[in-house]
């Protein structure tokens, strides 16, 4: 259609649309680096259509590769220009008129009853294109899609319920947005602080970003150079620039090899992880470039999905540039690349814990959950993972947490297995009747406080050959085991012959079954107590107790 149409917006836009206008934001400012980085990523997709459709006719071919950002100050209006892939009618419609972008829908998603701390949220999660409303009470977007056979059109918006769409002839290939601004976003219309903008932001924008003409940011790669050659500063910017930002990294990973593929890899944990904060799943945050072309956002595909918190980029040359997304799915080659990365990534983090204790126990505080998981979901690095997990322990002072490999290291002599013991908390493992038993005999058992914990000891199964068991096992028998000592040999003796005799006992255990039913498999007598009276153990020897309380939780 060459008409002009006023359409209604997709009620969650309209949500949307209500905070982001209404919100008191300090940092608005953020609305150019959204805008901006549409820009980058539309240019990024010309790039690549243009190899993938291979010779085949592109509209305005000849435009240079870059954004443009213009400001009227009589007219209170800034104008951001890029040649990118552009959008045709139906892509302006479902693209800025419904929620499309998985960052505005999470963050709709958790909105919660307090707005106020929401719209500081704005800031870590963007909310994509709609942020323009922030500075602006209306916006115009003229685009020209690459197809040769299609036409120019204009979108516009106050904002509030509704946007026109209509033709818009005679324009060049690409998206010009122009903000009308609010009365109290006059400064920017301001090109010095426009170009302050973006030197905070985006200045590894891969693509000329130019305010009146001239070249505000360096565009480079920053992961194909020379480590040696970097400055710390610009590994923090380029990584607020990739991780979507504020704050600085808690450690990074830069490293390339050529065999057995030629793979460069810059990757950065954050310090925060907001999927634990309760803001819904991450998404992959590893962007997949060939050549320094990018060729898959968030890529799914270029590491394990437990690995979705680590933000960067990989780039590989021996990756076909007009690969498609189902291919990706497929490629050996791409698999490949990442099991590399994966090992290298944990063998790093291996030597973070060695080399810097501290910053490994803030990492593990932030993203332990995320090892675990992949302890349960990925049989490939198990080995690798079991050596990164921490507990607490009955020989760590509370709060404080030990690796498998010191637990190992501390295990008396004739030691074969790892016991562990689940329970809501330190205390209350502590002041339970599991715990007698070692305790009695010096034998160390760590503390799976998490359930998670469970779930992972139990897919890992062992650790250098040392078995990983469960201290609510019915049928644990810890024998002489921690009673190398005489005098403890003595005690144990003692204590057996203070046991009641086999009669009584079965007769007692008879009675509390009786009294009991259906409510416990069995009633035993036993020798691992010594102040308890009694204890429930696991018949099965497989779910402890904390995690038949996650499958009961979860209805399973
Ligand atoms: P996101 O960038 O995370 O996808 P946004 O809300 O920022 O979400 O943008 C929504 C969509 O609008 C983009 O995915 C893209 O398809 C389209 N879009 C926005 N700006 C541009 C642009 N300058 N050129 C082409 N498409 C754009
Ligand atoms: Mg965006």
Redesign the pocket.
Known sequence: TATQETREFQAEVKKMLDIVIHSLYTEREIFLR??I???A??LE?FRHQKVASQGEEIFDDHLPLEIKIKVDQEKHTLTIT?T????DRG?LEH??GTI?????RTFLANLTENQRQDTQLIGQF?????AAFMAADKVRVQ?RSFRPDDAGHEWVSDGTGTYTIGPCPGIRR??R?ILHLKEDAKEFADEERIKQIIRRYSSFVPFPIKVAEEPVNTVQAIWTRNKSEIKEEEYQEFYKYIANAFDEPLARLHFSADAPLAVKALLFFPKENVERLGFGRLEPGVNLYCQRVLIEQHSKNILPEWLRFVKGVIDSEDLPLNISRQALQDSALVAKINRVISKRLLKYLAELAKNEPETYEKFWHSFGMFLKEGAISDFNYRKELAGLLRFESSKTEPGKLTSLAEYVGRMAEAQKDIYYISGPSREAVETGPYLEAFKSRDLEVLYTLDPMDDFALNHIGEFEEHKLVSADRDDLDLGELGHEQEAERQDAAQAAKETLPPEEAKELTAWIKEVLGEKVKEVKASKRLTDSPAMVVNPDGFLTSSMERVMRASGQ
Do not use: P, Q, R, W
């Open positions: 959204e805008l980085s549409n820009a990523d539309a997709k890029d990118g892939i552009g959008m892509e693209n800025l499309a972008h998985s960052g505005s963007g909310v994509g294109f709609y685009s690409g998206t947005i």
